[in-house]
C-alpha cells in the first residue's frame, strides 16, 4: 500500500521555498507519495500559519497527524538532524582535503610526479582558501580572533589584517614570488598564532571556537589550529632555507 503525505508549502513567482522542496524530496525518496499543496501568496501563507498555530512552513502532515517542519520530518523519518551548537572539524578539514587534491593533480599533471613542490602547493593552497574563508567577513572573523590572539587583543588593527596578510603569504608562496616578503609574513602570523592558540588551549584550558575557518564556524581552538600555524612557520623556514639546500 502507498503511503500519502500531505505537504504545504510556498511556490511563489520570486520565492520557492527550498526546505519544502527538500522535504519534498525526503518524502519521495522515502516512499511517500505526496500531497503537494502550494502556498502561492503571502496572504495565504499567513492564513494557513494561523489556521494550524504554526509560525514557519513548510509543513507536514502523515496519516491526519502534523509532523512539523524540514528539520521534524527528517527526525520522522530517522534522518540525522545538525545541531548548530556542535562542534565540528568538518569545515577545516574540508579545506585540507580540497587544498591536498589540487596540490597532487597538479603535481601529476605538471610535474610527472609527487614532489617536494606538491607539499609547498598543499599548505599554500590550505593558507589560501583558509584566508579566503576568513576574508567573507572580516568583522565577524576579527571578534572571534581578539578573544585568544595575544596580539590581536592588544592591537586590533591586526585582528583586521590578518586575513588580508596570510592570503598575501599564500598566493606569494604558491608560486615562489617576493620571497623577501612572504616569508617574514608566513613566519609573524603564524609565530604569533602558534603561541595564542598554545597559550589559550593548553595553559589557560580554554573552549572556545575558533577562527581559521572564519567568523561563523563551530570547529574548536585546538591542536588543527595549532597544526595551521605551525605549517606556516614550517613554510616560512623550509622557502629561507630551500635555496641553500
Given at each position: 500500500m502507498t503511503k500519502t503525505a500531505e505537504l504545504h508549502r510556498m511556490v511563489m513567482d520570486k520565492h520557492v521555498c527550498p526546505y519544502g522542496t527538500k522535504s519534498k524530496w525526503l518524502l519521495e525518496n522515502a516512499g511517500y507519495k505526496v500531497e503537494d499543496h502550494h502556498l502561492t501568496t503571502r496572504e495565504q501563507t499567513d492564513a494557513f500559519k494561523d489556521e494550524h498555530g504554526v509560525?514557519?512552513?513548510p509543513q507536514t502532515f502523515i496519516d491526519?497527524?502534523?509532523i512539523g517542519g524540514y528539520e521534524?520530518?527528517?527526525?520522522y523519518l530517522g534522518k540525522s538532524v545538525k545541531d548548530p551548537?556542535?562542534?565540528s572539524y568538518r569545515p577545516v578539514l574540508a579545506v585540507f582535503a580540497v587544498a591536498a587534491a589540487l596540490a597532487v593533480t597538479l603535481s601529476i599533471g605538471l610535474l610527472d610526479g609527487l614532489t617536494i613542490r606538491t607539499i609547498e602547493w598543499f599548505v599554500a593552497f590550505s593558507m589560501g582558501m583558509l584566508a579566503m574563508l576568513k576574508l567573507q567577513d572580516v568583522e565577524q572573523f576579527s571578534t572571534m580572533f581578539v578573544g585568544y590572539d595575544q596580539l590581536?587583543?592588544?592591537f586590533v588593527p591586526y585582528a583586521y589584517a590578518y586575513p588580508y596578510l596570510e592570503a598575501t603569504a599564500a598566493v606569494l608562496m604558491a608560486g615562489r614570488i617576493l620571497p623577501w616578503l612572504s616569508i617574514p609574513i608566513a613566519l609573524f602570523?603564524?609565530?604569533?598564532?602558534?603561541?595564542?592558540?598554545?597559550?589559550?588551549?593548553y595553559v589557560q584550558k580554554r573552549d572556545i571556537k575558533c577562527a581559521c575557518v572564519?567568523?561563523?564556524s563551530n570547529v574548536p581552538?585546538?591542536?588543527v589550529s595549532l597544526t595551521e600555524n605551525l605549517a606556516m612557520i614550517a613554510m616560512g623556514i623550509w622557502m629561507l632555507l630551500g635555496p641553500a639546500l
Open positions: 509560525k514557519t512552513t491526519g497527524e502534523r521534524e520530518l527528517r527526525k551548537d556542535k562542534t590581536g587583543r592588544r602570523i603564524g609565530t604569533v598564532g602558534a603561541v595564542s592558540v598554545f597559550y589559550a588551549v572564519g567568523g561563523g581552538l585546538g591542536f
